[in-house]
């Protein structure tokens, strides 16, 4: 076999012998022959690297294809080398008015591939030699027309193109098949062939074939697009047709010049990749539940691994959609070397026996080296066999995985996200810091929302709360024949509320009843009349829905007792679906709003103010109003600092009251009556800083948690009224609301239509910018609430070392006194030091806020006003009617 691979260091693509790749395909032996002719001959004799003596160098590679034979690769590897050269050349495209499929050279595209340029030749051989001969469009005086497509996919040559266009063709001249038909009659999850009418030849590559912009699942190319991205992409036409007439207009004086600019940028930042934020769900429970198999029947392919019995994922999955391309692809960053070898030079030097903390790195070795790894030093594990290859992917630090055919993709991505008891060595998730899983067919589900697979709780305690943070929308997962009695969820739910809540983002929290088809049908009766109780709280503070699914009765249709919608996967998949609608519809919203503020800015700089109103009486009358919308915003901010304060001030009084007892009550209430075993759990509580989830327990034993309760109990209120989960409550104090009602214009009738023009660009300048503070506040809220406990064991941190240390006979007693006293000794000013962050940093939060408002809106009211009345120039009265209406669809 032969690879065509590029080398990272000098972007060199070139052909390699197979043999010369190391396991993971991410690194190759490289000769060090200085002649041509000679490195050829031992690339086509596939001769062997050289690994003593002189050892060939070890070259970081991204992997294209491998071939069975030579000149198949050197054929492949010279139209890579043509592209990487000239870029790539054509690309297939669909004509939206005619439905024709045909292939354009990639400069005839616009920026977003939402339209391209076409000539104005009648005779069908000119206009072939104009697509062979890249012929430049004309932008010019007389600019060819802009006609709107559908991109598909681009090549490197034009013959290329044109053989795929041929495929295509043929494949979208077949009956095509919807996704429900086609995972129920003939499933490909059975199987494991790839649906994808794009597929070809199964290789790791780099970079897939490129996809049509907006698609079903069966990829024909004459997929319909939804009303918001219809607005947008008309509103994304209005905008790319005046900047084409704006980069006509050639004038040498310098004040039109410098408005030319202007336009240009504003513009540029308009058309700038969406930036929204995606949503992110995720789905907790304990293992064995059906985390991953939910995520695969919701998906309708075999994406994840799943078990029933063990812990099967090992790391932290995110799942999204490929939106630039048709390959399945995998984005794995690694721990550093240095970081695994401190970690396992660290176990060498623990001589305790007992230690769990130790234990579970032992584990995490097993599954790297085998069975028998688990007490080896590092200087014996370095003798291993499989060290060469953990070496050389640490030293990497990111693989990518990239593949077209989802069973190749989900048997090379295992080895990183699975783990298996029976089968140990060879399984990398313990050297795995994150994995982003990124598939091409399910946009309409997932192109603003990320899916993610948490290990089962307890498993590997490898469940990062920074991540929980960031969660819009929890799901809890329960097996059904437990349901109505399981308590795993809620103790779930009770250990990380603050995180998905005050401290977090979290919205919304489905519980999840799986395995639904091994019930009886009265057995399920019953259920639907009985009451899931979960914490008060958690029902106060979030919108709790409940499904009840089967993941295996869904993608096995031929076996299962129940119905596509029994199994209730369908309305998880419309859930999905709903929640991509509405995070679509804020972004065609906010293109459409600035947009209008473009135009209007472009419009303005032609009028003359009135007598009445000249520039610098507008001007002055919109700095009053800044500076009055900032004061009147500064004194309700004062106000919820002080309404802070005084909660702060009251959890401090109660915690140095209270928190020596709270904390001696928790530890009494998680301790096993005959005390066996409890001494280790302690211990690795205080060597991780005050926190250890034992895999056994339902929840972690959390003492800082235990420590800042009192502090969040007085504060919990307050702060959700001032940082509000869902900015649609509106609470009186939520600083969203105080936000939302700032603006520096004050009347809703302007006096001229000059001053309506600037008004209304400064408007969208205004809804801009609090946009983006709205995302800054949710994310600064999150560190302000979650202070109090970084704080906290902060102070504690020298108590739990010095804790940790104690062992023998009679250790358990000295490490309670330990941590009582400095319990003791430290809680006065810990918690008043908890106290002073949070209201520093709100007060740092609400300057900010000022001050960026400040900055953002003098520099749009100057820009708005630098070129009025001065120029006579480009008309867009008829551009900015069609934008009002494209704004009016989107509020009907």
Known sequence: MYAVVTLQDSEEVMVAASNWLNTCKTQCHWPPFRSAEKYMQAVKDRSEPSTAGKPWDMLNILLHAEYDSYQEAVKKQKELARAQKYGLYACIITLQESSELTVIPTNWLNEN?????????????????????????????????????????????????????????????????????????????????????????????????????????????????????????????????????????????????????????????????????????????????????????????????????????????????????????????????????????????????????????????????????????????????????????????????????????????????????????????????????????????????????????????????????????????????????????????????????????????????????????????????????????????????VFTVSSEAFLNPKKAVLEATETEIPKLRDALKNLNKDIDRKLTRAYVNEAKGVLSLIQSVQLDADEKMTKAKVHSDLEINLQRALKELERQFDSCYKTLEECLSAGVEESVRSCLKTTQDMITSVRPKDNRGFHKIYRAMCERNGYYWPKAWDAPLELNTCLSRHMYDNLDEEFELIFPIDDNIKTGKSLQEHLDKFSIIQSDTPRSLWQKHIENFIKTQEYKVKASLSRYIVEIKKDIYSSIQITIQKKMTPGYAKAAQEKKTGAMQRMEKIITETIEQLKNQMFNEAKVKVIDMFKTLTLNIMDTLEYELKSSVKLSLSHAGKISWLNVSREIQEMERLSEQLSS
């Not at 490909?188 to 794009?198: I, K, M, R, W």
């Not at 057995?523 to 829905?545: C, H, M, V, W």
Request: glycine share 6%; hydrophobic share 30%; net charge negative.
């Open 113 to 545: 591939k939402t339209q391209c340029y076409w000539p104005p030749f009648k005779a069908p051989n000119k206009c072939t030699e104009a697509v062979k001969n890249r012929l430049e469009p004309a932008r010019g005086e007389n600019p060819w027309e802009m006609l709107n497509i559908i991109f598909h996919e681009e090549h490197a040559t034009y013959e290329q193109a044109k053989e795929r266009e041929e495929a295509l063709r043929q494949q979208n001249e077949t009956p095509s098949t919807s996704f429900g038909s086609l995972e129920r009659l003939n499933s490909p999850l059975q199987s494991g062939v790839s649906t994808d009418a794009f597929s070809t030849q199964t290789t790791v590559i780099s970079h897939g074939v490129k996809r049509k912009r907006d698609e079903s699942p069966d990829f024909t190319a004459q997929s319909l697009m939804t009303k918001d991205t219809e607005i947008r992409n008309k509103a994304k036409q209005i905008i790319e047709g005046v900047l084409v007439q704006i980069q006509a207009i050639n004038y040498t004086d310098h004040t039109v010049n410098a408005l030319k600019t202007d336009i240009v940028k504003a513009i540029s930042k308009l058309n700038k990749k969406d930036s929204i934020k995606k949503a992110t769900i995720g789905m907790f429970g304990r293992t064995g539940v059906g985390k991953s198999s939910l995520i695969n029947a919701v998906l309708g392919e075999y994406l994840l691994p799943s078990s029933c019995m063990s812990a099967c994922t090992s790391v932290i999955t995110q799942v999204e959609a490929n939106l630039s391309d048709s390959n399945y692809t995998a984005e794995i960053e690694f721990i550093s070397k240095e970081e695994w070898e401190n970690e396992i030079v660290s176990s060498e030097e623990n001589d305790d026996r007992e230690n769990l903390i130790k234990e579970s790195f032992e584990d995490m070795v097993i599954a790297l080296y085998g069975a028998g790894a688990g007490k080896k030093s590092l200087k014996e594990l370095k003798k291993e066999d499989k060290y060469v290859e953990i070496n050389s992917v640490l030293s990497i630090g990111k693989v990518t995985v990239s593949n077209q055919n989802l069973s190749d993709f989900t048997r090379e991505v295992s080895q990183y996200i699975k783990n298996n008891d029976s089968n140990p060595g060879g399984w990398f998730w313990p050297l795995v810091k994150s994995v982003t899983i990124k598939t091409p067919k399910c946009r309409e589900l997932l192109e603003h929302i990320v899916l993610v697979d948490i290990p089962g709780t307890g498993d590997c305690n490898k469940i990062r709360d920074d991540l929980w943070r960031t969660v819009n929308t929890a799901r809890l997962t329960g097996d059904i024949n437990r349901a109505v009695s399981d308590k795993d969820p809620w103790e779930i739910l009770e250990h990380c509320i603050q995180d998905l809540g005050g401290g977090g983002e979290c919205k919304h929290i489905n519980f999840i009843c799986t395995k639904t088809d091994q019930i009886s049908e009265r057995y399920a009766l019953e259920l639907e009349n009985e009451q899931l109780t979960g914490p008060k709280d958690s029902k106060e503070r979030f919108i709790t829905d």
